[in-house]
């Protein structure tokens, strides 16, 4: 549930919608959620100061029940 509310607010704010992807991935201590956008979109997402980043952080935090959900941001070119 988490993943797609992110996939659908990230989405709302890009130029590049069909490239967002969403992965989860457990961890000791609860979940981590990895944004993948479009290298032009990264910007975007981060937002003036990290506020748009922060905010969906807040917005993610709030939907996990108490859970801990770590929510990371990367663009498509970066390699793993």
Known sequence: ???EALE???KGIVEHPDE???RARKIRTGRVLEVRVHPDDLGK???RGGRTAKALRTVVN????GKYV???LV???EAR
């Open 1 to 3: 549930m988490l993943e």
């Open 8 to 10: 659908h607010l990230v």
């Open 20 to 22: 967002v992807r969403v």
């Open 45 to 47: 997402v981060i937002g």
């Open 62 to 65: 709030a939907l996990s029940d």
């Open 70 to 72: 770590r929510v990371d």
């Open 75 to 77: 663009d498509l070119n």
